[in-house]
């Protein structure tokens, strides 16, 4: 049986780093993509197949995609969607491009990508593509508007294309985490700081309450928070189980959040997500 491949895009750090290394480790062909050519030397130094892919660069997808095709013999077992990143602040506070680079990451890239690999896919006759979403696609928090915007689109998005694929044996699976352990508070600090200027706000006093103490001070892990090797052991289903669940959780959080948000009135679920 030869050995299965699989495309992982943001693997710097956190889920899609932990996730190359397992996967690797367990013998899967992995290549582990990133946007920035130092993390891809350093991955590449740790014994990773790795190559630069900026999910919003069409020139840097097909390079990339092109290179591993050239690799495989022409086949990809696997896609994991990964590659995303924060915009903290208020709704009001978010100026409309923040809003396009974010949606440009998290989901226009992501597209483009799926719509580059499907082919390939469909060409030999199987495939699995798997998109990390978050408790964050089907509830909502304080100050994380851009991002709660992008995975809930991200949620529509991949139901609908896994009923469509439906006919295909390609198959779709969602993967929604809670917290987990990863860089995305500390990688989201340029994006705020570039785009909101929450000292003019409104709100500057809840900014200087809440959320600055959030980006900028080290308090420790969040509750209920799990390494990123929960996720990684979810992809293992995901990839290897003959049908598997079209969508998984991670975290406690995950799956109460998904049960509640069910049987709650809005009101009630508002109000407990406001008491945290």
Same mark, same amino acid.
């Given at each position: 049986m030869s050995q299965r491949s699989v495309l992982i895009t943001g693997c710097s750090s956190g889920i899609g780093y932990d996730a190359a290394h397992s996967l690797f480790k367990a013998g899967w062909r992995v290549f582990a993509t990133c946007r920035k050519a130092e993390d891809v030397d350093r991955l590449t130094n740790e014994g990773l197949? $790795? *190559?630069? +892919?900026?999910?919003?660069?069409? =020139?840097?997808? &097909?390079?990339? *995609?092109?290179e591993i095709l050239s690799r495989t013999g022409g086949s990809l077992d696997a896609l994991i969607n990964n590659a995303a990143y924060a915009t903290p602040g208020a709704a009001e506070d978010i100026? =409309?491009? $923040? +809003?396009?680079?974010?949606?440009? =990451?998290? +989901?226009f890239g992501l597209h483009a990508l799926t719509r580059k690999v499907i082919p390939v896919m469909r060409k030999q006759g199987y495939g699995r593509i798997?998109?990390?979403g978050s408790v964050l696609g089907y509830v909502v928090f304080k100050w994380r508007a851009a991002y709660v915007a992008t995975k809930y689109a991200l949620e529509g998005y991949t139901d609908t294309l896994r009923l469509e694929m439906k006919d295909t044996p390609i198959k779709i699976i969602l993967i929604n985490p809670g917290p987990i352990t990863s860089r995305i508070r500390q990688n989201s600090v340029p994006h705020f700081e570039k785009h909101i200027n929450w000292s003019a706000s409104p709100r500057a006093e809840q900014y200087r309450k809440s959320l600055l103490k959030r980006l900028y001070e080290d308090r420790g892990p969040d509750r209920y928070q799990l390494?990123?090797?929960?996720? =990684?052991?979810? +992809?293992?289903? $995901? *990839? &290897? $189980?003959?049908?598997?669940?079209?969508?998984m959780y991670v975290t406690t959080p995950a799956y109460t959040m998904n049960i509640l948000r069910r049987v709650l009135p809005t009101r009630a679920l508002d109000w407990l997500i406001q008491k945290g």
């Open positions: 197949e $790795a *190559l630069q +892919l900026n999910v919003t660069d069409e =020139t840097s997808m &097909d390079s990339a *995609l092109s100026p =409309t491009e $923040a +809003l396009r680079e974010i949606f440009e =990451t998290n +989901l798997v998109n990390i390494p990123a090797s929960a996720v =990684t052991k979810k +992809l293992f289903v $995901a *990839l &290897d $189980a003959k049908n598997p669940a079209p969508k």
